[in-house]
């Protein structure tokens, strides 16, 4: 899936407490998360939206943490287990031209991705396969940098996700960059 991966180290700069001040997890997420959901986080890294995404879902619910580097996997598991946060997790470890979740189909109330869609080679296989993996009418989020990402290129990411079987939905919360939230139709 991946056209440009995030380097382990830049993972642990990710985690930086200071980013809460630009981008809050619960700001952000918070409206969208309702106890006992399944969210799927495709290019988790080391867990900077993980933890508190399954903080926000509760016990009963699950987080399905997706990337293609074992050392972010692992060094989310760590996070994770100190955090008492290890069962509501689940690590998986996509492949380079696909997220390989069809065990997941059908069974996600919502899908998050951060910064991640600028990154891919394959964006038509990726939407392809959050769609599959949503409920009917599950929610997606998608969040790109604008430093990264012009709003021509956001639009057309937008146009994409249209044409694959997604309707766009208005966001409760203002989140900073480019996002947009879509529903499966």
């Known amino acids: 899936m991946a056209d440009h991966v995030c380097p382990p180290w830049l993972g642990y700069v990710l985690l930086s407490p200071l980013r809460r ?68 997790i689940i690590r998986h470890k996509a492949q380079t031209d696909s997220m390989d979740i069809s065990a997941h189909g059908g069974s996600v109330d919502l899908a998050v991705a951060i910064h991640v869609v600028h990154e891919l080679k394959d964006p038509r296989t990726f939407f392809s396969e959050v769609r599959e993996a949503l409920k009917p009418g599950g929610k997606f989020l998608i969040v790109e940098p604008k430093g990264h990402v012009s709003s021509e290129a956001f639009d057309q990411t937008r146009s994409l996700a249209s044409v694959l079987g997604f309707t766009e939905d208005s966001l409760p919360v203002k989140i900073r960059g480019r996002s947009t939230l879509f529903s499966r139709k």
């Open 21 to 88: 001040f630009i981008e809050n997890p619960q700001t952000m997420l918070g409206p969208l998360i309702q106890k006992g959901m399944t969210i799927l986080e495709p290019g988790c890294a080391m867990g900077y939206f993980t933890l508190p995404m399954a903080r926000m879902t509760g016990e009963n619910g699950r987080v399905i943490a997706v990337d293609i580097q074992d050392r972010m996997l692992a060094a989310l598991e760590k996070r994770a287990n100190k955090a008492g946060l290890g069962d509501r």
